[in-house]
């Protein structure tokens, strides 16, 4: 157990609705990362919040938006989805960058379906 | 854009073989990590090298970082059934706070 929560576990809906992934970080971690991993591939970065505020921006479409709150949990939002967006959406946190390297540890995961 | 070229991308051995699984890119990076994701789980972070030429141990499994900081080696020995997974390489920019995740090899250990 990484210490990284996400919910729901598992999302199934239709094309063109919208839906909210949740994240919470381990304890004490300020930054929070998303990404995708669509079937038999690797992760895409998509987007990376550090204490509430948008730090980087990866492979993220407009149709997906994120932020994260003063609890330093984060949600990221999808929109009129599209089957193509049928993935696993990891969320990863990790401390402080420590000006050489830092680990990210990732949350269980959330499989969205799109229908 | 810094890349990640993971080979090879699929890898199928017998128990007890030995393997090695690359890392390449032609950017320099600060960090190198490995993680290993079982099919529907998240991945688990296995190992940070940050030295050019820099080596770790965990059991069988050897990491390597390259001299120049561009490329890195995974090396498992006597390869188990439990070895099996996707292993993803992740490099770290300096000063971008962002790791660059390779596409992974997706390694199978038949019994």
């Known amino acids: 157990d990484s210490g990284v929560t996400q919910t729901p576990k598992h999302l199934i809906t239709a094309t063109g609705q919208r839906v909210t992934l949740r994240c919470s970080p381990r304890?004490?971690?300020?930054?929070v990362y998303w990404y995708q991993q669509s079937l038999d591939q690797g992760l895409q970065f998509l987007i990376q919040?550090?204490?509430?505020?948008?730090?980087a921006k990866g492979n993220i479409l407009e149709r997906f938006s994120a932020q994260q709150f003063p609890d330093l949990h984060s949600e990221l939002n999808l929109s009129s989805l599209e089957l193509g967006d049928s993935a696993l959406y990891f969320c990863?946190?990790?401390?402080?960058?420590?000006?050489?390297?830092?680990?990210?540890?990732f949350g269980p995961g959330t499989r969205l379906t799109v229908t | 854009t810094q890349l990640l070229e993971q080979s090879p991308q699929f890898l199928s051995i017998q128990e007890g073989e030995n393997l090695t699984v690359y890392c390449n890119s032609s950017?320099?990076?600060?960090?190198l990590q490995w993680y290993r994701q079982e099919p529907g789980e998240d991945p688990v972070l296995l190992v940070t090298v940050v030295t050019g030429g820099e080596v770790k141990k965990l059991k069988r499994l050897t990491f390597q970082f390259g001299d120049a900081r561009k490329d890195s080696s995974l090396h498992i020995t006597a390869a188990q059934p439990g070895d099996t997974g996707l292993y993803l390489c992740a490099g770290g920019i300096q000063g971008a706070q962002k790791l660059v995740f390779g596409q992974g090899t997706r390694l199978t250990i038949n019994p």
């Open positions: 950017s320099v990076f600060s960090s």
């Open positions: 304890s004490g971690d300020l930054s």
């Open positions: 990863a946190s990790s401390s402080r960058w420590a000006g050489s390297f830092y680990e990210q540890y």
């Open positions: 919040y550090y204490n509430g505020e948008e730090r």
